[in-house]
């Protein structure tokens, strides 16, 4: 049975050495409001705020859904879109798939290198088809795992919520966003979050850059480019 080796900070040049094919990268993203309130709609991992995550590549590199499109980025680059912890450290958290699902792997990056340039989706439309036409970063995850295990979840589906978990109320970034694109908001449909996807049992904490805050931590207030927990 495979055991969860202890979480421990790591500066961003060190990590890389440590990192295996396959590595999910969860990561508190700064950015404007969008990264914001999805970063207030469910806990992560012991309870943390995640609002992103990629793949990475075993090449220095990570894949990721990120606008405008499916994306290689360098890991130093990747590390540098972080919230900083009250440490000045990216807030990055490193799981990796068990040892029983491990042969999924090479499939899975696969088919992930073959979704680059295809778009981000900021709509989070639900999709159940592998070539569609976009995609968002939790959810290119969820299917390049799901194609590697011969087209079997092997995360599974979560119904999707647009409701700040504290209050329960529709987020009004989410009312105006769907309102200006004439849709109805997708919620309670299949889809996947970074931050449930980041509590999977299929899933082992391997280390951390820094100290992911508490989702509903009081000084979670700005992620803008640079920001830094109080």
Same mark, same amino acid.
């Given at each position: 049975?495979?055991?969860?080796?202890?979480?421990?900070?790591?500066?961003? =040049?060190?990590?890389?050495? %440590?990192?295996?094919?396959? %590595?999910?990268?969860?990561?508190?993203?700064?950015?404007?409001?969008?990264?914001?309130? !999805?970063?207030?709609?469910?806990?992560?991992?012991?309870?943390?705020?995640? =609002?992103? @995550?990629?793949?990475?590549?075993?090449?220095?590199?990570?894949?990721?859904? @990120?606008?405008?499109?499916?994306?290689?980025?360098? $890991?130093?680059?990747?590390?540098?879109?972080?919230?900083? %912890?009250?440490?000045?450290?990216?807030?990055?958290?490193?799981?990796?798939?068990?040892?029983?699902?491990?042969?999924?792997?090479?499939?899975?990056?696969?088919?992930?290198?073959?979704?680059?340039?295809?778009?981000?989706?900021?709509?989070?439309?639900? =999709?159940?088809?592998?070539?569609?036409?976009?995609?968002?970063?939790?959810?290119? !995850?969820?299917?390049a795992f799901r194609h590697a295990n011969k087209g079997i979840f092997l995360f599974e589906e979560t119904p999707m919520s647009f409701r700040d978990m504290e209050?329960?109320?529709?987020?009004?970034?989410?009312? %105006?966003?769907?309102?200006?694109?004439?849709?109805? !908001?997708?919620?309670?449909?299949?889809?996947?979050?970074?931050?449930?996807?980041?509590?999977?049992?299929?899933?082992?904490? !391997?280390?951390?850059?820094?100290?992911?805050?508490?989702?509903?931590?009081?000084? $979670?207030?700005?992620?803008?480019?640079?920001?830094?927990?109080?």
């Amino acid at each position: 049975m495979d055991k969860a080796l202890p979480v421990t900070v790591m500066p961003a =040049n060190v990590i890389a050495k %440590d990192l295996m094919p396959g %590595d999910l990268l969860f990561q508190l993203r700064s950015g404007g409001e969008a990264e914001w309130v !999805i970063s207030r709609l469910f806990a992560g991992r012991d309870g943390a705020a995640i =609002n992103h @995550v990629a793949l990475y590549d075993g090449d220095g590199m990570v894949i990721e859904a @990120v606008m405008p499109r499916v994306q290689k980025t360098a $890991l130093d680059a990747f590390v540098s879109s972080s919230v900083l %912890d009250n440490h000045g450290r990216p807030c990055v958290l490193v799981c990796r798939l068990v040892s029983s699902y491990s042969a999924l792997v090479p499939d899975a990056l696969a088919f992930a290198e073959q979704q680059l340039s295809i778009p981000y989706d900021p709509h989070y439309r639900p =999709n159940q088809e592998e070539h569609q036409k976009s995609w968002y970063c939790s959810e290119l !995850i969820v299917h390049a795992f799901r194609h590697a295990n011969k087209g079997i979840f092997l995360f599974e589906e979560t119904p999707m919520s647009f409701r700040d978990m504290e209050t329960g109320e529709l987020m009004p970034f989410w009312i %105006d966003h769907y309102q200006a694109i004439g849709q109805e !908001i997708p919620e309670g449909l299949p889809g996947s979050h970074p931050a449930l996807l980041s509590c999977s049992d299929k899933l082992m904490s !391997i280390n951390s850059l820094g100290s992911l805050p508490a989702k509903n931590c009081q000084d $979670l207030c700005s992620l803008e480019p640079g920001s830094t927990l109080a």
